[in-house]
């Protein structure tokens, strides 16, 4: 159920800071024991169906923590470096500890590029599945905010393992659709012509795309091409479409493959580019076409990264990363959208493509939150332990949920973002079982603003799979990306996970409830990584 609410309290003790979007472990799961003294203001009142609603109550009797204290004053200061020390295999938050926080990510490239290696005949490498990228890619029923903002949507259902459920906590913005007069764009288009990019689906595939989103552009939106191989140039300057799109198809056709992979002198080239065609008032953003193989020039991660990270800090200019190829630099491409205040997709069709630059496009160039994290908040009386699915290295310190120098999430128009949480409630639990808020800036004024949802341990009385089909497309892209992720290491499976041939089974009856291409797709990857794995 939605509900919305703001609640800001003080004094968290301290956790691990965040370090950037730094890999963390594959999966964290969280022992607690009963916390006391903590109490929470602005508990919502039960009716008798167990859901929640914000009630004048504000103390509500319960012991549980508070969300993390308000410790500026709510505007942007700039990037905050940390330090962290500690190994990176598997972590343990402190005990007690009911606070999960972390930096919201409309990443889908990951289940884009395992589709792509399943349809290859070969099962995706373990460190590309981020399991949260395959439940983002998947279409919501959420409610929408009336304006610029997020929706809050927290629930659940039981899985088949005892006192194990999964919760959900779905964010929406306001649907592209009707959200009016969209600003200007100026985007940067960076296209990787080295020769790997010759290959079927690679360049050809980013030619027509980039075609018929010309089309689509209005004449108050700009466009520049800068290519990159061996060296990187400005094939056209930024150019208000306007009267000349006839420029803009003849730069686009006269794009050809040759030679090597200078990834460092592509970025660097295209947001020097992006910079000198900057536009007061519109949306600047630099959009990455490449498979991420950089093999001449700068190859250094970090030193690539700094340029996009100037950029962003003095020009607001933002990062869509696009993959393609058979051979993909994954972990590469992701760390360049992190760093640009991004997010990447990968495609593999015209299909692919044409749907990210021509149905998708308002989701893709415009924003409307900067810095967005969420935090989620359990109740000790009633969860005992509790494991987010993904988001490895989204982590975000608790205490810095409302330090808005710490960096979050970009999320555009008609966006969706959905959290999985498997959850052990305590044996005869009921009443709140927990309130989920997410926190972002406006990305003109970079005024702070939240929303609140609440959860009751009643709303978790159905089964997984004879509850809402959207949700069972959720819990299927879960196990599907856990299983990819595990392999044949099964020492701590996601709880009520099932075999992965009955998982491909019951991924093809929810196909069948969803009538949605997308979830046949994913039924059909299930069942090729199945006959797979053996």
Not at 160 to 186: C, F, I, N, Q, Y
Not at 240 to 260: C, N, Q, V
Not at 272 to 289: F, H, P
Not at 483 to 502: F, Q, S, V
Request: glycine share 10%.
């Amino acid at each position: 159920m939605t509900l919305t609410g703001n609640d800001e309290h003080t004094g968290r003790p301290r956790r691990r800071p965040r370090t950037g979007r730094r890999r963390r472990p594959v999966a964290i799961l969280i022992g607690l024991t009963l916390a006391g003294g903590l109490l929470l203001t602005g508990c919502g009142a039960s009716d008798s169906n167990g859901s929640s609603t914000n009630g004048s109550n504000k103390s509500g009797g319960r012991g549980f923590p508070r969300p993390a204290p308000n410790r500026t004053s709510g505007t942007s200061q700039g990037e905050q470096k940390n330090t962290s020390t500690g190994d990176a295999s598997r972590e343990f938050a402190p005990s007690p500890d009911y606070l999960s926080t972390f930096a919201l990510d409309v990443d889908t490239a990951s289940y884009g590029y395992a589709r792509r290696a399943l349809a290859d005949g070969r099962l995706p490498e373990a460190s590309t599945v981020r399991p949260e990228e395959f439940v983002n890619s998947f279409r919501q029923d959420y409610r929408r905010p009336d304006g610029n903002g997020f929706s809050v949507t927290v629930d659940g259902a039981r899985t088949r393992e005892k006192d194990w459920s999964l919760v959900r906590v779905g964010l929406a913005t306001r649907d592209a659709a009707s959200s009016g007069e969209r600003p200007p764009a100026a985007l940067t288009f960076v296209i990787d012509i080295s020769g790997s990019m010759g290959e079927h689906g690679r360049l050809d595939l980013a030619k027509d795309a980039l075609g018929v989103m010309t089309d689509r552009l209005r004449d108050d939106d700009s466009i520049a091409v800068v290519t990159f191989s061996d060296e990187a140039r400005t094939v056209l300057p930024m150019t208000r479409l306007g009267h000349h799109r006839d420029r803009i198809y003849d730069a686009i056709r006269g794009l050809e493959p040759t030679e090597s992979t200078n990834l460092g002198a592509g970025v660097r080239t295209g947001y020097a580019t992006a910079v000198k065609g900057l536009r007061e008032g519109v949306t600047n953003r630099v959009v990455l076409i490449s498979d991420a193989l950089a093999n001449t020039g700068e190859t250094d991660a970090d030193a690539i990264l700094e340029n996009i990270s100037t950029a962003r800090r003095e020009h607001g200019i933002t990062l869509f990363g696009v993959g393609v190829g058979s051979e993909y630099g994954d972990a590469l491409m992701e760390r360049l959208a992190d760093k640009g205040d991004g997010h990447t997709t990968y495609v593999s069709t015209i299909e692919d493509a044409r749907k990210v630059f021509c149905e998708q496009l308002p989701q893709n160039i415009d924003l409307t939150a900067r810095d967005a994290k969420a935090q989620v908040a359990f109740d000790p009386e009633t969860v005992k332990q509790f494991r987010l699915i993904g988001y490895d290295d989204r982590q975000v310190a608790d205490e810095d949920f409302r330090n808005d120098r710490v960096d979050g999430g970009e999320v555009g128009p008609g966006h969706t973002v959905t959290a999985l949480y498997a959850v052990r409630t305590r044996p005869g639990a009921s009443g709140h079982l927990a309130t989920a808020s997410v926190r972002w800036l406006d990305p003109d004024t970079r005024a702070p603003h939240e929303e609140s949802g609440q959860l009751e341990t009643g709303s978790l009385d159905e089964d997984l799979w004879t509850s809402s089909t959207r949700l069972q497309v959720d819990a299927v892209a879960a196990y599907f990306a856990d299983d990819l992720r595990t392999g044949d290491d099964k020492a701590n499976p996601l709880p009520g996970a099932l075999p992965l041939g009955e998982l491909a089974d019951r991924a093809h009856r929810v196909a069948s409830a969803a009538e949605d291409k997308a979830v046949d797709d994913l039924a059909n990857a299930v069942e090729r990584a199945s006959g797979l794995m053996g």
